[in-house]
Nanobody, 124 residues
């Protein structure tokens, strides 16, 4: 059984940083891409970033490009989302997800396992 457990959310000041972690069990990184999505109150779930383990390619939403990075540690079966220069509009519940495919996607329907989510609030 595949399980994803996020951690690292919390409250940050505008311009501050947070790092989210997602521990994965039941699926090896080499078999699937991993992604981060977020959902703010009253809004649809949106793509944030994904990483393809084959080649280590990373992709980001325009809204976070240059501020967020995604990485992974194969030995720990954990992926990370480093969030810098945070803005109030980054406030949302953040979810990590495991893709059905080796190649990642910006579409949430291409992901079959999800974590429980972790709240990120950016406010002064």
């Amino acid at each position: 059984q595949v399980q994803l457990v996020e951690s690292g959310g919390g409250l940050a000041l505008p311009g501050g940083s947070l790092r989210l972690s997602c521990a994965v069990s039941g699926r090896t990184f080499s078999s699937a891409a991993m992604g981060w999505f977020r959902q703010a109150p009253g809004k649809e779930r949106e793509f944030v970033a994904h990483i393809r383990w084959s080649g280590g390619n990373t992709y980001f939403a325009d809204s976070v490009e240059g501020r967020f990075t995604i990485s992974g540690d194969n030995a720990k079966n954990t992926i990370y989302l480093q969030m810098n220069k945070l803005k109030p509009e980054d406030t949302a519940v953040y979810y990590c997800a495991s893709s059905k495919y080796i190649l990642g996607s910006r579409n949430y329907i291409d992901y079959d396992y999800w974590g429980q989510g972790t709240q990120v609030t950016v406010s002064s």
